[in-house]
């Protein structure tokens, strides 16, 4: 299994952006499918987006369609998100995750391989 360690959250105005990093470790980096998930105060992980092993496929959730991007660069281990425009409903923990196989919308959480310890992204109104 790989192991993953978020950054780049923070607090930002309305409208404003950040990016989200994850880097993992290990060689099989390139083997995995990798998500980024979010978890608001009292409600459900909810899937945010997610990119295919060699990068050319991505998957996100209509909230965020447009606003966010997901990409990966295998050489340096990493997933990123980069998140314009964000909203105060954007204000959750984010979580990436890995998975050894297709990763999507409707995949079960509990399938995934991997998950990192979060990083708070905060967006003020």
């Known amino acids: 299994q790989v192991q993953l360690v978020e950054s780049g959250g923070g607090l930002v105005q309305a409208g404003g952006s950040l990016r989200l990093s994850c880097a993992a470790s290990g060689r099989t980096f390139s083997s995995y499918a990798m998500g980024w998930f979010r978890q608001a105060p009292g409600k459900e992980r909810d899937f945010v987006a997610a990119?295919?092993?060699?990068?050319?496929?991505?998957y996100y959730a209509d909230s965020v369609k447009g606003r966010f991007t997901i990409s990966r660069d295998n050489a340096k281990n990493t997933v990123y998100l980069q998140m314009n425009s964000l909203k105060p409903e954007d204000t959750a923990v984010y979580y990436c995750a890995a998975h050894r196989n297709l990763l999507t919308q409707s995949t079960r959480m509990t399938a995934l391989d991997s998950w990192g310890q979060g990083t708070q992204v905060t967006v003020s109104s």
């Open positions: 990119i295919s092993w060699s990068g050319t496929s991505t």
